[in-house]
């Protein structure tokens, strides 16, 4: 018996397909009403006036040259809002202020900057139309409404959903173009192709990272599928023949058309990488030292070839010298540049749900372990383990954002995992758990609203800055709390030590002096937990503000900021 009819399920819950939609629509409605509720609430993230800023000037000065350390797909859409009410790119040179200054247009903030954060919500609904179609199309609707009801519930996902930033665009975007690859695989059409060619464009323009997740998980899918084949299908040569020229043909149209959407999000630009950025030579001939024959090449690299979206390579060349560099990082208590390779197991501990991650234990069991094995669930395994195999060699630990696109087959092999207990559990036991599961995840939500961006869950305790910062927790998001935390406690002066990227002269504080490190002050104290821990600073380890650990603080802003008041001694 297939796995889509055994579990086609008109014993669990008899479901129509236009029920299944409606339920579908519903939850992803209530989502995205949850997404919406966080605009207003957070400021500015560290990030987000630099991916503004960029998309504007592709929006506007019809170019991309500001900065090209991500692809424009996602910037575009966070800059269209202000752009369709009449923002235009500002004159300047500074990347962040650029962005500052298309938030406080005409006095607006708050409105911008929701008006910003707007355009992520379709690629949240792309996103959440992955998850429905693929799960159904593998397993059926209840197992597919249940991966929804999972993956729309994650306040990881709710977090980024809520940004104006470029991680959830990658979200929606990678798992289409695996959706389409597994589509491929199964019937190599020219349709199909066509469609694996749009979806996979879209995912390099969306971000880098598909550039390493894409072939990962497309490998690992295709060799899963080719290990998972029943023996008995064996067809004769001919057809043997016919297929492969089959493959071959939508294989090229797929190229060709991830190349054309790609070319076509750069502008059609084609140009020397000297004209894409200012630094080409440096940064070419940095990568040119490993080949010493290449020793009189950059040059005429540089200057004298004219090639398609030259930004593109520039781009990934500049994000992989970051990489070998390393960035300041913080994890568990200690302090490195150069990353940790069990960063990211780390993260999806203690930034993911318990209850998904209880069924994605089993999901995964059920997809290698099974008697008879599914290839459907175990192709959305491998795609998954694959995402967190090249994240273990990441350098650049900032974030559970740098591995969002888990998210989405994660909740497929969940939801599947929640389908079987209850269906092979003899009894009420099964459904009761899964039943407990469910709604442990949904409280973990609701508890946490609107606080999605620094969840963790119960293993973290009270202090989860113990366990991780960066982006996880402390991303500047909590400056429009502090502003109504410093008027509640009448504060008038104040010594500010910030971990983000706003103009703090431009949001109606106090009078304000710089809190620097290994200088005790007296007065009202406000300390971001990044700089509170000297994250910035790792060879200090935490030094820079020990004094304050002699205070305890009279408030904590939102769950980021410290706020400290230090009497005369």
Not at 158 to 170: E, F, I, K, R
Not at 257 to 279: C, K, M, N, Q
Not at 386 to 396: E, F, G, K, N, Q
């Amino acid at each position: 018996m297939s796995a889509h009819r055994f579990t086609e399920e008109g014993r669990l819950w008899p479901l129509s397909p236009a029920l299944a939609r409606a339920l579908a629509t519903l939850v992803v409605l209530l989502a995205c009403g949850r997404i919406v509720a966080t605009h207003r609430v957070y400021s500015q993230t560290a990030d987000e006036p630099a991916h503004v800023a960029a998309g504007m000037e592709w929006l506007d000065k019809h170019r991309y040259t500001i900065d090209i350390t991500h692809p424009p797909l996602s910037r575009i859409a966070v800059a269209l809002g202000p752009f369709l009410e009449g923002a235009s790119s500002p004159d300047r040179e500074n990347l962040v202020e650029a962005g500052n200054e298309l938030f406080h247009a005409n006095n607006r903030y708050r409105h911008n900057l929701a008006s910003a954060r707007l355009g992520n919500l379709p690629f949240f609904i792309l996103a959440s139309a992955v998850v429905f179609y693929w799960a159904g199309s593998l397993f059926g609707r209840t197992t597919a409404l249940g991966a929804l009801v999972l993956f729309t519930t994650l306040p990881p996902v709710l977090a980024h959903a809520g940004l104006a930033t470029t991680d959830l665009a990658v979200t929606a975007c990678l798992p289409l173009a695996l959706f389409c690859w597994w589509r491929w695989l199964e019937r190599p059409t020219a349709g199909r192709g066509v469609l694996l060619g749009v979806s996979s464009g879209l995912a390099v323009l969306a971000k880098f990272s598909t550039l390493l997740f894409f072939p990962a998980c497309a490998t690992a899918m295709l060799v899963t599928s080719f290990l998972s084949k029943r023996s008995g299908d064996v067809s004769n040569s001919e057809t043997t023949r016919s297929k492969s020229t089959l493959r071959l043909r939508s294989g090229a149209m797929a190229l060709v058309t991830t190349l054309l959407i790609v070319w076509a999000g750069y502008r059609f630009s084609f140009e020397t990488l000297a004209e894409a950025h200012p630094d080409a030579h440096k940064i070419v001939e940095h990568f040119a030292q490993r080949f010493s024959s290449a020793a009189s090449l950059p040059g005429s690299i540089v200057d004298g070839w004219l090639i398609p979206a030259p930004a593109l390579p520039m781009g990934v060349a500049i994000v992989q010298r970051h990489n070998e560099s390393g960035h300041n990082a913080y994890l568990l208590g200690d302090y490195r540049s150069t990353g940790w390779w069990y960063y990211f197991p780390v993260v999806l501990l203690y930034k993911s749900p318990l209850a998904f991650l209880s069924l994605m234990v089993v999901g995964l069991a059920l997809a290698v372990w099974r008697k008879r094995v599914e290839r459907g669930s175990l192709a959305v395994a491998a795609g998954a383990s694959a995402i967190l195999v090249v994240c273990l060699t990441s350098r650049i630990d900032i974030g559970v954002r740098h591995i969002l696109p888990i998210y989405p087959l994660l909740s497929i092999l969940a939801a599947r995992a929640a389908v079987m207990m209850r269906e092979q559990s003899g009894g009420v036991i099964g459904r009761v758990a899964v039943c407990m599961l469910f709604c442990w995840q949904l409280g973990s939500g609701v508890v946490a609203h609107p606080d999605y961006l620094p969840y963790f869950n119960e293993l973290a305790g009270n202090h989860p800055d113990l366990v991780l910062l960066d982006s996880n927790l402390d991303w500047g998001q909590d400056l429009m709390r502090l502003k109504r935390a410093l008027k509640q406690w009448r504060v008038d002066e104040l010594h500010i030590a910030y971990a983000g990227s706003a103009d703090l002269g431009r949001h109606d504080l106090p009078k304000m002096h710089e809190l620097k490190r290994y200088e005790p002050v007296t007065g009202w104290v406000a300390i971001s937990e990044t700089h509170l821990k000297d994250v910035g600073s790792p060879e200090d380890r935490g030094r820079g503000y020990e004094w304050l650990k002699f205070y305890n603080p009279v408030a904590r802003v939102g769950r980021s900021i410290l706020l400290y008041y230090i009497p005369q001694r």
